[in-house]
């Protein structure tokens, strides 16, 4: 896994919550993001570790895209750890 393949499976992750009204909404929700803020929040840092950060929180959600991203949820939890910042131990 590289940072490069895991933009494209948080990219594809975005893309399959988008076209679906149920997931849009429920990511919207807990995000308290409305349609332009999430368009605003997509060009920010860490947007596309949020995605995946949501993504595997919700299995359903992860099978699906290593599905469509032709990928094992493994790899999809990869991708997630990879463009995550470091934790910083208080």
């Given amino acids: 896994m590289n940072p ?16 679906d ?6 990511f919207l929700a807990l995000t308290g993001l409305d349609p332009a803020g999430l368009r605003e ?8 570790a949020a995605i995946l950060d949501h993504v595997v929180a919700e299995e359903e959600l992860l099978l699906a895209v290593a599905e469509a991203s032709d990928e ?7 991708a997630q750890m990879l463009l995550s910042p470091p934790a910083f131990d208080a």
């Fill in 4 to 19: 490069a393949r895991a933009e494209e499976i948080a990219v594809a992750a975005l893309g399959l919550i988008a076209a």
């Fill in 72 to 78: 094992s949820p493994e790899a999809v939890a990869r």
């Fill in 41 to 48: 929040a997509a060009g920010e840092p860490g947007f596309l």
């Fill in 21 to 26: 009204e149920e997931r849009l909404a429920r």
